[in-house]
């Protein structure tokens, strides 16, 4: 927690993550995926968002497995 990846997440989420303990979510992925495709149809970008694709379609495969109602970090 002390070293250059001390964020607030961490410090909000880092012992849900290592003890893997996902059953209340903050946030549930689907709605970080809603919120996710919102921000990105409201951006008019000239350049294209490889990584942000990718990232969009693990979300969906996640949504599909079942995964929707977890938190978003899982």
Do not use: C, W
Not at 19 to 44: A, C, G, V, W, Y
Not at 61 to 66: F, K, L
């Amino acid at each position: 927690m002390g070293g250059v990846a001390n964020s607030r997440v961490l410090e909000l989420h880092g012992q849900k993550i290592i003890d893997r303990t996902f059953d209340q979510p903050d946030l549930k992925l689907k709605l970080h995926r809603k919120i996710s495709t919102m921000h990105l149809k409201r951006e008019n970008l000239a350049v294209p968002l490889y990584t942000t694709a990718f990232v969009a379609q693990q979300m969906d495969a996640a949504i599909a497995q079942g995964y929707a109602e977890l938190d978003h970090t899982t």
